[in-house]
């Protein structure tokens, strides 16, 4: 694996290098580390070779972490990156632009490995998705790139980044092949994307994907709010 740390304290640079080598010869895996001292350096090295993850900081000289991530988003770049950094406030820049995870400063040697360890595991699998069909239609989604799932008559509509696509099946057939840790009911026959859960209130929730442009308001019944808020707040816990 080919890591990068982009972080202006050198101190700290070198103290997350070295777990992420602890890490790499407790799985017995190759790891070639490169540190990085602001985004420019990072982004010249980016040219010519590729990563396999990137730790940046949030707060650099120069560029700061979070325009440099939005930048490489914006250049299609699906690098995994694990914000770091000193600061709680940063944890909804992490979620635009999809960061594996966000982790505070002074770094656990643990939550290291744990972001390790999910970006091997997605590295090394496929994409989550579902097939659904209309007719003689079959058409794969990607479970990443579902905002929202509604039910119409005896059809159901799938918003997703590629467009609206409908299949003729039951609800609870689809839910069977989500991932449960990010799909949850809102409403009666409305399940929500919990990676585009931008926030929630009483009656409704909002939906939003700034990089694609998608944003929208989902009513939330009243009988499921505390379990759909009680979702929304353990997938942040998850991801810091």
Known sequence: MNIAVCEDNQEEAEWLC???RCWALQNKLQADIIPFADAASFSFALEDQSFDALF??????GEDGVSLAKRLREQSC???????????EYMMEGYEVEAIHYLLKPIDK???????????EKNHRQEPFILIQKENTTVKLLQREIYLIEVFSH???FTTRK???QALSSMKEVQE???PEWFIRCHRGILVNLLYVYFIEKNHLTLADEKNGFYRKVPVS???????NNAFIQFYKEIR
Request: aromatic share 10%; charged share 30%.
């Open 222 to 228: 009243r009988r499921l709010y505390t379990e759909v």
């Open 155 to 157: 059809t159901l509509e």
């Open 110 to 120: 643990n939550k290291v490995s744990f972001c390790l360890d999910r970006i091997y």
């Open 78 to 88: 699906d690098i995994p990156i694990v914000f770091v950094t000193g600061e709680r």
């Open 18 to 20: 070295d777990m992420i």
């Open 177 to 179: 092949q989500l991932l």
């Open 163 to 165: 467009g609206t696509f």
């Open 56 to 61: 940046l900081d949030i707060k650099m000289p």
